[in-house]
């Protein structure tokens, strides 16, 4: 869906002047509406697709609907879209649940660029990524994800980049280089240029043996990411992050003293799964969840049961010392925490 095809929305403004108050209505056209998103997050100068034409066969690829994006100062928002600006290409690394994702269809968005999403886990084909002949003979040629990225142009997101096949980040090389094309062995050798608005972020949680799969990404192919963000939670241990709080409340529908008492819940499962006492720290995402089912009328600890109780692992110790967690900050409303418990 392209920007001329956003609904039109009416804000209402309060002018105060000498003869009392008046409201004015104020129609914000899309174009309007995407220059004050660009405004707040300060990207107006970092303009990635000045110029662009888009294929109307991949505008669907433009993501629509995402919700803004919460941080405490750090500017992600900012900071990688002025990586793509100047370099084409960025490197977000960060525990799960932290945002990378979501950040990088904001960008997406705010750019109005068609995202081209893979996980790089040991199971992507090279046939998706780059193409394959289908059927007989070779009239019939499939472009893969990578390779219609060059062709069209817009955001090419490899997620947990450090899963990646050796093979893949090595055919990558001459795209992300000043080379920058793709030598197609399996359609004889063609060579394809790289878009000229065809920009590179890669996302990966940092390398630790409790992420199965993961690798330390080969030299060459990290030499070629100009820019690395870090990421981290918005509220670890003692550091309790009320852009956090306030984001769980209006999300969640719960009042500010439960959204909190959820946050910290939250940080001190993050802080134990840093230092390895739990295999899973809960996102905003696992808290927007959880504080879901609470406004809908379910006991704190309930719900807690349905969420990041079960969610951490199956492991009935690792839920055990969760519960704890949960019903040392919240208390055990509902009594279901310590019924599971006894059993």
């Not at 550091?239 to 939250?266: C, F, H, L, P």
């Amino acid at each position: 869906m392209g920007s001329g095809d956003l609904p039109r929305k009416t804000i209402t403004s309060r002018v105060e002047g000498q003869a009392g108050s008046v409201s004015v209505k104020i129609e914000l056209t899309p174009r309007m509406g995407e220059q004050l998103l660009k405004e707040k997050y300060a990207v107006q100068k970092y303009e990635l697709a000045s110029g662009y034409i888009m294929p109307d066969s991949i505008r669907s690829l433009v993501p629509t609907n995402v919700p803004d994006f919460v941080d405490d100062g750090e500017n992600y928002v900012a900071r990688l879209t002025r990586a793509l600006y100047f370099f084409k290409q960025a490197a977000l690394i960060g525990p799960s649940g932290t945002g990378k994702t979501h950040l990088v269809y904001l960008v997406a968005k705010l750019a109005g660029l068609p995202l081209w999403e893979i996980n790089c886990s040991l199971q992507t084909s090279v046939y998706d990524l780059f193409g394959r002949f289908v059927g007989l003979g070779k009239e019939n040629w499939v472009d893969g994800q990578i390779v219609s990225w060059c062709r069209y142009g817009g955001i090419l997101y490899l997620d947990e980049a450090n899963m990646m096949k050796q093979d893949i980040a090595t055919r990558l090389n001459p795209i992300l280089d000043t080379r920058g094309h793709l030598v197609l062995t399996e359609k004889d050798n063609e060579i394809i240029p790289r878009h000229q608005y065809g920009y590179v972020v890669i996302s990966m949680n940092p390398y630790a043996s409790e992420f199965a799969g993961t690798k330390p990404l080969n030299a060459a192919f990290r030499r070629r990411m100009s820019v690395w963000i870090d990421f981290d939670y918005l509220s670890v241990g003692a550091k309790i992050s009320q852009n956090e709080v306030k984001m769980i409340s209006q999300r969640g529908k719960v009042d500010i003293q439960t959204a909190e008492k959820m946050v910290r819940v939250a940080a001190e499962m993050r802080k134990r799964y840093k230092t390895g006492d739990l295999p899973y720290a809960p996102s905003v995402g696992d808290l927007i969840n959880w504080a879901t089912l609470v406004a809908d009328g379910l006991p704190a600890g309930n719900a807690a049961e349905e969420t990041v109780i079960s969610m951490t692992s199956d492991d009935i110790d690792v839920q055990a010392s969760v519960r704890r967690i949960v019903r040392m900050i919240v208390g055990n409303e509902g009594g279901v925490a310590t019924q599971v418990e006894a059993k």
